[in-house]
């Protein structure tokens, strides 16, 4: 069975400043989907970003990226510019092709002013 | 386009009772899932519904079923409450969770167990 292992339950950054969250995953497949979603205080789970295992490019949007080591199990999400709507818990997810997603247990990120 | 819908927002109820939790996933979407959600345990499967049908479970007790409906709307019932059913029970969608992989999530229901 896959696992997500996120080492960090709780980070902070200093608004404007970068931060990297980390997570590393246990699999036998090759061939998969990671993703990164975001909790924010009360609010709905939204995607922040996904990589699909066959691409070697890194995938970024706009101030998120990640650093994909496929050999290494390891997917770590990067935040430039911190903002203060990012506060929020980060979740890594894995996902096999056609099989459900498995979540690992979170880092709560504090960016604080 | 709206999206993910999930009724009651909160519940609460005693132990050895029932619930019923509902799911109105975005328009088009054919693939529900539901994840139980706890400070412990986190994230947690708990099943799939593809086109009125059970495609993927988590290992969940019997105590949680399922179903799927026609129109995609999902629901999920919990019998027999216990203290540690108490979580945020998550619902999301997509157009086919095996072929395009991007979930989206309702806001939640959270569930008290007393």
């Known amino acids: 069975a896959q696992t997500v292992t996120q080492s960090q339950p709780e980070m902070s950054v200093q608004e404007a400043e970068t931060v990297t969250l980390s997570c590393t995953y246990d699999?036998?497949?090759?061939?998969?989907?990671l993703f990164w979603y975001k909790q924010p205080p009360s609010r709905q789970m939204i995607l922040v970003i996904r990589?699909?295992?066959?691409?070697?490019q890194n995938a970024t949007e706009n101030r998120f990226s990640v650093n994909f080591q496929k050999a290494a199990k390891s997917f770590s999400l990067k935040i430039s510019d911190s903002q203060l709507g990012d506060t929020a818990m980060y979740f890594c997810?894995?996902?096999?092709?056609?099989?459900?997603?498995?979540f690992g247990p979170g880092t709560r990120l504090s960016v604080l002013p | 386009k709206a999206g993910v819908t999930q009724t009651p927002r909160y519940l609460i109820k005693t132990r050895g009772q029932q619930v019923t939790l509902s799911c109105s996933p975005i328009s088009g979407h054919r693939s529900v899932s539901w994840y139980q959600q706890t400070p412990g345990q986190g994230l947690q499967f708990l099943f799939e519904y593809f086109s009125e049908t059970q495609r993927n479970k988590g290992n969940f007790p019997g105590r949680f079923s399922g179903r799927q409906f026609s129109n995609s709307r999902s629901e999920m019932n919990v019998s027999t409450l216990e203290l540690g059913d108490s979580a945020l029970y998550l619902c999301?969608?997509?157009?086919?969770?095996?072929?395009?992989?991007?979930?989206?999530f309702g806001p939640g229901t959270r569930l008290t167990v007393l």
């Open positions: 990589q699909e295992a066959y691409k070697q």
């Open positions: 999301a969608s997509s157009p086919d969770l095996a072929l395009d992989n991007e979930q989206f």
């Open positions: 997810a894995f996902m096999k092709y056609g099989q459900n997603f498995v």
């Open positions: 699999t036998s497949e090759n061939n998969y989907y």
